[in-house]
């Protein structure tokens, strides 16, 4: 791994995997995937749990994947010993239905500043073709 943007470099995909123990990430069975200079990417299933009642994927499913991987890279961008990080604002612009299988979703940081980071958040289909695009701001939060 090139390390371009990120501070802790000594993080890696089986740490961030076993980190998103007892959440929201791992019941809807995201998985990160990799970790690129300046990108991360993760996968989650289109099956019953990430449905609307139609059977599609649910709005909310890709929300929750972009939010996921979107705070997770901002935590791995600042100095966690003094540092905390939380989302304050996501959109999403859902652009193709998807019944089955896998999203990928890769996050790339628009801005990294001081007290907020801004990620762009694609989600792609097993054919590359986009489902969603969103935008995530994180507040950078000193700790007490």
């Given at each position: 791994m090139t390390n371009v943007i990120w501070k802790n470099s000594?993080?890696?995909?089986?740490?961030?995997?076993?980190?998103?123990?007892?959440?929201?990430?791992?019941?809807?069975?995201i998985e990160f995937t990799?970790?690129?200079?300046?990108?991360?990417?993760?996968?989650?299933?289109?099956?019953?749990?990430t449905h609307q009642p139609h059977g599609?994927?649910?709005?909310?499913?890709?929300?929750a994947l972009a939010e996921t991987i979107g705070s997770v890279?901002?935590?791995?961008?600042i100095d966690r010993t003094k540092q905390m990080c939380v989302g304050i604002e996501i959109n999403c612009n859902h652009l193709r239905a998807k019944q089955s299988g896998v999203v990928t979703a890769t996050a790339e940081p628009l801005h990294l500043g001081a007290t907020t980071h801004v990620w762009d958040i694609k989600i792609r289909d097993e054919k590359?073709?986009?489902?969603?695009?969103s935008r995530l701001t994180v507040a950078i939060l000193k700790k007490k």
């Amino acid at each position: 791994m090139t390390n371009v943007i990120w501070k802790n470099s000594t993080t890696d995909l089986k740490t961030l995997n076993e980190h998103s123990k007892n959440t929201m990430a791992r019941h809807l069975d995201i998985e990160f995937t990799e970790i690129g200079g300046n990108y991360l990417k993760a996968t989650m299933p289109v099956c019953p749990k990430t449905h609307q009642p139609h059977g599609l994927l649910h709005g909310g499913a890709s929300a929750a994947l972009a939010e996921t991987i979107g705070s997770v890279a901002s935590w791995l961008s600042i100095d966690r010993t003094k540092q905390m990080c939380v989302g304050i604002e996501i959109n999403c612009n859902h652009l193709r239905a998807k019944q089955s299988g896998v999203v990928t979703a890769t996050a790339e940081p628009l801005h990294l500043g001081a007290t907020t980071h801004v990620w762009d958040i694609k989600i792609r289909d097993e054919k590359e073709k986009l489902v969603c695009v969103s935008r995530l701001t994180v507040a950078i939060l000193k700790k007490k």
